[in-house]
């Protein structure tokens, strides 16, 4: 079992900044893929960031440039560095992850959320 709890969530203006942080714990030596998610209210959930174990990266369009995500295998934690933010980026982000041999498209554990509010 791996438990994810992300942080770093809250308030910011457009054109501003914040990092949210994905810690995870338990079984976590089985970690795959780490993926950002969001939720906004009204819309469906989208695929905002993936990072693979080796590092390879990719991105909504919608963030390109903008979002940077990273993570440090040693301490089972994954970024999502989020620049240039606008309104429409407001959301509850979910940090998920994948079993290391599991399906790459399935997501296996999943974190409670932190709310982005991003006002204009």
């Known amino acids: 079992q791996v438990q994810l709890v992300e942080s770093g969530g809250g308030l910011v203006q457009a054109g501003g900044s914040l990092r949210l942080s994905c810690a995870a714990s338990g079984s976590t030596l089985n970690l795959g893929a780490m993926v950002w998610f969001r939720h906004a209210p009204g819309k469906q959930r989208d695929l905002v960031a993936r990072i693979m174990r080796i590092g390879r990266t990719d991105y909504e369009d919608a963030v390109k440039g903008r979002f940077t995500i990273s993570r440090d295998n040693a301490k089972n934690t994954v970024y999502l560095q989020m620049n240039s933010l606008k309104p429409e980026d407001t959301a509850v982000y979910y940090c998920?992850?994948?079993?290391?041999?599991?399906?790459?498209?399935?997501?296996?554990?999943w974190g409670k959320g932190t709310l982005v509010t991003v006002s204009s």
């Open positions: 998920a992850a994948n079993r290391l041999y599991g399906d790459p498209l399935a997501m296996d554990y």
